[in-house]
């Protein structure tokens, strides 16, 4: 018989492990799930999470791709494990990332065919302020009327998302583009594309902003007092109102942060890797970066270290899929299994698990 | 814009047969809050029962055991998110959404097979004359055995709240745990059926999306209706009869918008397809504010963990 004991203080060997742990745990139950489905578990295992990055006949292609993957993922993953840390529940990235897209696109298409160097620094605040905006409407929504951001953001997805369509369709329509949706391809208009910054790595902005997110939040975290403060109103929201935070500020600013990444997100990744703005730009980085965050134990280093990991599947899978011929949707249910053994296992760092014999009752 | 195409009598009883997927997924999900769990993961118990349902329907060729299939299989991944919430006590809100998104992944992956098939028709009640009378023949008598189903849950749902012993039980569990454990009542245990009972709902009411809506099976399915049930529950107060008012409501939004969109109104197809979780967002705020506030209603253990020290 097994009894959970409350650990007077979290674990601090299981904080780290359980990520561990949840990683080889899913490595197992996706390896039944591939088996299931016909293929070499061993191999697909193998060919998704080494061959991207040791096999030498992709190695050369795939490395790279992991930075580009792993950018959108961590910038979206920093701003939602703020808010997650202080209870506010902002699962609406996807669309904020979408928006973030058509306003940077937006304006820089504007500007068409300019050559102008500061028209990529626009569109990257115009980004920034199209997530930030469609982060603010639940924000306020749940400030003013206390309205479940969790579902409004949410909603707001499939909203952006017609948006979105009827952009492709309709007002970012290229002109010259015969009539095909989709808007004119960014990443060749050298004054708003977003390119490789250091060939052969596929390091772009997104990856430099990704990298300044994870430092600015461990020093938001570690030494600045609204760090503190979304720490308390997470752990201690009744202490913290004790202790002067105001919740609502909270929620304004956890929010806007995340918004305003996701929204950045979204437009280095149309300005570079996507182009343009198409019907399915929006490919679930948005939901994947949920994943990412709780992978990273919601702490910018491990976000950094889950998000490249995370963009390791992304491409095995693709390469499984290209070699295997494992169905596109077996690396999503993949990562979603993750999520489940992650949060499992996550009971060890706050619980002891006791055996005791069924005559002990 | 030409209103004369659309006929109110075929509106209306268009709109009962848009709304049971949220019905049934709202009154599954209503339970289940009402024991004090919240559970994000309906769109994913929806999918899955959608392609469950289509998958097990498609096989049998019977529909019955379609929206049976589709039961058991919203009812199983529900079981997932009640180890991992009540005997592991993961946080409720994180395990909803990892529902979601396995749950996306898994449909995808087990309908594969299934894209461009016709599942078998589920047929209308046979009311003999009755169908035919006018107006009152194609609104009360004229739809399938599952509209009727829909309704008749949320009578028993309302009839066991209120009057039954269980009823009684389910709700001072989600109201205070602790109180009902003191009691001798088996927090755990209850909460657990209720959870199964909110998953089997909604993979039927997926069921219905894959086998009657739409009918054929493509990723994305159930596209946010699991999301609008759940805002439905909010909308409803928690209360049985306002679930299927709520779903008329939203049926009758989609139905609407669908006919504008065939009418060929002026406004583009994708801002009439952005109508129903607009006015989902505006009913939650008008719910959710002023004196009469839906949260005043919400159970007071709602999203809390369970964990008997003794």
């Given at each position: 018989?097994?009894?959970?004991?409350?650990?007077?203080?979290?674990?601090r060997f299981w904080i780290y492990g359980t990520p561990f742990l949840a990683?080889?745990?899913?490595?197992?139950?996706?390896?039944?799930?591939?088996?299931?489905?016909?293929?070499?578990?061993?191999?697909?295992?193998?060919?998704?999470?080494?061959?991207?990055?040791?096999?030498?006949?992709?190695?050369?292609?795939?490395?790279?791709?992991?930075?580009?993957?792993?950018?959108?993922?961590?910038?979206?993953?920093?701003?939602?494990?703020?808010?997650?840390?202080?209870?506010?529940?902002?699962?609406?990235?996807?669309?904020?990332?979408?928006?973030?897209?058509?306003?940077?696109?937006?304006?820089?298409?504007?500007?068409?065919?300019?050559?102008?160097?500061?028209?990529?620094?626009?569109?990257?605040l115009a980004g920034a302020f199209g997530g930030f905006i469609w982060a603010?409407?639940?924000?306020?929504?749940?400030?003013?009327?206390?309205?479940?951001?969790?579902?409004?953001?949410?909603?707001?997805?499939?909203?952006?998302?017609?948006?979105?369509?009827?952009?492709?369709?309709?007002?970012?329509?290229?002109?010259e583009g015969a009539g095909f949706p989709g808007s004119r391809n960014l990443?060749?208009?050298?004054?708003?594309?977003?390119?490789?910054?250091?060939?052969?790595?596929?390091?772009?902005?997104?990856?430099?902003?990704?990298?300044?997110?994870?430092?600015?939040?461990?020093?938001?975290?570690?030494?600045?007092?609204?760090?503190?403060?979304?720490?308390?109103?997470?752990?201690?929201?009744?202490?913290?109102?004790?202790?002067?935070?105001?919740?609502?500020?909270?929620?304004?600013?956890?929010?806007?942060?995340?918004?305003?990444?996701?929204?950045?997100?979204?437009?280095?990744?149309?300005?570079?890797?996507?182009?343009?703005?198409?019907?399915?730009?929006?490919?679930?980085?948005?939901?994947?970066?949920?994943?990412?965050?709780?992978?990273?134990?919601?702490?910018?280093?491990?976000?950094?270290?889950?998000?490249?990991?995370?963009?390791?599947?992304?491409?095995?899978?693709?390469?499984?899929?290209?070699?295997?011929?494992?169905?596109?949707?077996?690396?999503?249910?993949?990562?979603?299994?993750?999520?489940?053994?992650?949060?499992?296992?996550?009971?060890?760092?706050?619980?002891?698990?006791?055996?005791?014999?069924?005559?002990?009752? | 814009?030409?209103?004369?195409?659309?006929?109110?009598?075929?509106?209306?009883?268009?709109?009962?047969?848009?709304?049971?997927?949220?019905?049934?997924?709202?009154?599954?999900?209503?339970?289940?809050?009402?024991?004090?769990?919240?559970?994000?993961?309906?769109?994913?118990?929806?999918?899955?029962?959608?392609?469950?349902?289509?998958?097990?329907?498609?096989?049998?060729?019977?529909?019955?055991?379609?929206?049976?299939?589709?039961?058991?299989?919203?009812?199983?991944?529900?079981?997932?998110?009640?180890?991992?919430?009540?005997?592991?006590?993961?946080?409720?809100?994180?395990?909803?959404?990892?529902?979601?998104?396995?749950?996306?992944?898994?449909?995808?992956?087990?309908?594969?097979?299934?894209?461009?098939?016709?599942?078998?028709?589920?047929?209308?009640?046979?009311?003999?004359?009755?169908?035919?009378?006018?107006?009152?023949?194609?609104?009360?008598?004229?739809?399938?055995?599952?509209?009727?189903?829909?309704?008749?849950?949320?009578?028993?749902?309302?009839?066991?709240?209120?009057?039954?012993?269980?009823?009684?039980?389910?709700?001072?569990?989600?109201?205070?745990?602790?109180?009902?454990?003191?009691?001798?009542?088996?927090?755990?245990?209850?909460?657990?059926?209720?959870?199964?009972?909110?998953?089997?709902?909604?993979?039927?009411?997926?069921?219905?999306?894959?086998?009657?809506?739409?009918?054929?099976?493509?990723?994305?399915?159930?596209?946010?209706?699991?999301?609008?049930?759940?805002?439905?529950?909010?909308?409803?107060?928690?209360?049985?009869?306002?679930?299927?008012?709520?779903?008329?409501?939203?049926?009758?939004?989609?139905?609407?918008?669908?006919?504008?969109?065939?009418?060929?109104?002026?406004?583009?197809?994708?801002?009439?397809?952005?109508?129903?979780?607009?006015?989902?967002?505006?009913?939650?705020?008008?719910?959710?504010?002023?004196?009469?506030?839906?949260?005043?209603?919400?159970?007071?253990?709602?999203?809390?963990?369970?964990?008997?020290?003794?």
């Open positions: 018989m097994l009894r959970l004991e409350k650990r007077p203080n979290p674990s990683v080889a745990l899913t490595m197992i139950a996706g390896g039944i799930m591939f088996a299931l489905l016909g293929k070499d578990p061993v191999a697909a295992i193998k060919l998704i999470f080494l061959d991207p990055l040791f096999n030498g006949d992709v190695a050369s292609y795939s490395r790279p791709q992991i930075l580009v993957k792993a950018a959108p993922l961590v910038l979206i993953s920093i701003g939602l494990s703020l808010g997650f840390r202080a209870g506010v529940w902002n699962i609406g990235a996807e669309g904020q990332y979408v928006m973030g897209a058509i306003f940077g696109a937006a304006t820089g298409l504007a500007f068409y065919p300019t050559e102008s160097r500061l028209v990529f620094p626009l569109m990257v603010m409407i639940p924000a306020i929504l749940k400030t003013r009327f206390r309205t479940s951001e969790i579902l409004v953001s949410l909603l707001l997805v499939y909203v952006a998302k017609q948006i979105l369509a009827s952009a492709a369709l309709s007002f970012l329509k290229n002109p990443a060749q208009i050298p004054a708003m594309a977003n390119g490789e910054l250091i060939a052969g790595t596929g390091l772009h902005w997104g990856g430099v902003a990704a990298f300044l997110a994870v430092g600015a939040a461990y020093v938001l975290l570690q030494r600045h007092i609204l760090g503190f403060q979304i720490k308390l109103a997470g752990q201690a929201p009744r202490a913290a109102r004790f202790a002067g935070v105001n919740p609502d500020r909270l929620v304004v600013l956890c929010m806007g942060l995340s918004g305003a990444l996701a929204g950045l997100a979204g437009l280095f990744e149309v300005t570079g890797p996507a182009g343009q703005i198409t019907i399915d730009f929006g490919v679930g980085y948005g939901f994947t970066a949920i994943i990412v965050a709780f992978l990273g134990r919601l702490n910018p280093l491990g976000i950094l270290f889950a998000g490249l990991l995370m963009a390791l599947t992304y491409i095995g899978g693709e390469l499984a899929q290209f070699m295997l011929g494992l169905p596109a949707a077996a690396i999503q249910a993949f990562q979603g299994m993750l999520l489940f053994f992650l949060l499992a296992v996550d009971l060890l760092s706050n619980y002891r698990v006791r055996l005791i014999g069924w005559g002990a009752r | 814009m030409d209103f004369t195409s659309l006929n109110f009598v075929v509106l209306i009883a268009a709109l009962m047969v848009a709304s049971v997927p949220i019905m049934l997924a709202a009154i599954g999900e209503l339970v289940v809050e009402r024991a004090g769990v919240l559970n994000l993961g309906v769109e994913g118990m929806m999918i899955i029962g959608a392609v469950c349902g289509f998958i097990a329907a498609v096989e049998t060729g019977s529909p019955f055991l379609g929206f049976l299939g589709g039961a058991v299989g919203g009812a199983v991944l529900s079981l997932i998110f009640a180890v991992l919430t009540q005997t592991l006590l993961a946080n409720q809100v994180a395990t909803g959404l990892a529902l979601t998104l396995f749950g996306l992944g898994l449909s995808s992956l087990l309908g594969q097979n299934y894209v461009g098939m016709k599942p078998p028709v589920t047929g209308k009640v046979p009311f003999g004359p009755l169908a035919d009378l006018p107006v009152v023949g194609p609104i009360l008598f004229g739809h399938d055995w599952v509209v009727y189903f829909s309704i008749l849950i949320i009578a028993i749902v309302w009839w066991a709240l209120k009057a039954t012993r269980l009823g009684l039980i389910l709700r001072a569990v989600g109201e205070n745990h602790d109180a009902a454990h003191s009691l001798g009542y088996n927090v755990r245990r209850i909460r657990l059926g209720a959870i199964m009972f909110g998953g089997a709902m909604a993979g039927m009411g997926g069921a219905y999306v894959s086998l009657v809506r739409v009918p054929q099976w493509t990723d994305g399915i159930t596209a946010g209706a699991g999301w609008i049930a759940l805002a439905i529950v909010v909308f409803a107060s928690w209360r049985p009869w306002r679930v299927m008012l709520g779903s008329y409501l939203f049926g009758g939004i989609t139905v609407l918008q669908l006919n504008m969109q065939a009418a060929g109104s002026a406004i583009p197809v994708q801002y009439l397809s952005m109508a129903p979780y607009l006015i989902t967002i505006l009913v939650l705020v008008i719910m959710s504010s002023g004196k009469g506030r839906a949260a005043l209603n919400a159970p007071a253990s709602l999203g809390q963990n369970f964990h008997a020290t003794r």
